[in-house]
């Protein structure tokens, strides 16, 4: 099992410019999410979906948009690109039904000039 | 508002002392309590979690410390070494929602 994989790994955007960070896990799990990671704040939550079909903002939505259309995968969307968007970005999923663990991707560095 | 308060930022311990990492939470229908464990370029990694029904839980080196009535929990590392020097993320969940604290470097020397 690969677990969760984030592509890309490294990325560097100029203002208002639009990507799309892509994750896929390989575990079956239906809870998906995604945070970013900034120092001294920890990880925050951007969005998550709890199966296909199915999202809702977290902690931090805007700016990005997300969509769930397999239980494998979960893109996360960046429309127009801000400076304040230049963090580190993990996909994790969740495995509900047995030790509730979070599983996190490796993650991928933003950097938006 | 941080939901969930993490303490210290960053800590220093010799080999073989015992870190102590603490947390305080708000919402009280939290009923998940992980830690993370974080080395640098990769994601966190699940250390040890407890439910609110026990106060202590204990794998290996590595106890948790839980305080319903006070909404709090802490780590305990026994018999630190410099293999565990990390980043350490306490978080605390409901079934949608993961909020995690600030976090705390940890270096322990040799």
């Known amino acids: 099992n690969a677990g969760v994989t984030q592509t890309p790994k490294f990325q560097v955007l100029k203002t208002g410019q639009s990507m799309t960070l892509q994750c896929a896990q390989d575990m079956n799990h239906e809870y998906m999410s995604w945070y970013r990671q900034d120092p001294g704040m920890g990880l925050r939550l951007i969005h998550y979906?709890?199966?296909?079909?199915?999202?809702d903002q977290g902690e931090v939505p805007n700016g990005y948009n997300v969509s769930r259309s397999t239980t494998e995968d979960f893109p996360l969307r960046l429309l127009s690109a801000a400076p304040s968007q230049t963090s580190v970005y993990f996909c994790?999923?969740?495995?509900?039904?047995?030790?509730?663990?979070?599983?996190f991707g490796e993650g991928s560095r933003l950097t938006v000039l | 508002q941080q939901q969930v308060k993490q303490s210290p930022q960053s800590l220093i311990v010799q080999k073989g002392g015992i870190p102590i990492i603490n947390c305080a939470y708000e919402n009280t229908a939290f009923d998940y309590f992980p830690w993370y464990q974080q080395f640098p370029g990769k994601g966190p990694a699940l250390l040890i979690a407890?439910?609110?029904?026990?106060s202590e839980k204990k794998e290996g080196r590595f106890t948790i410390s839980f305080n319903k009535s006070a909404k709090q929990f802490s780590l305990h590392i026994m018999d630190s070494q410099p293999g565990d020097s990390a980043t350490y993320f306490c978080a605390a969940s409901t079934d949608n929602d993961m909020r995690f604290g600030a976090g705390t470097r940890l270096t322990v020397k040799p």
């Open positions: 407890i439910r609110p029904d026990v």
């Open positions: 979906s709890v199966g296909a079909g199915i999202t």
């Open positions: 994790a999923s969740r495995d509900f039904w047995n030790t509730g663990e979070l599983f």
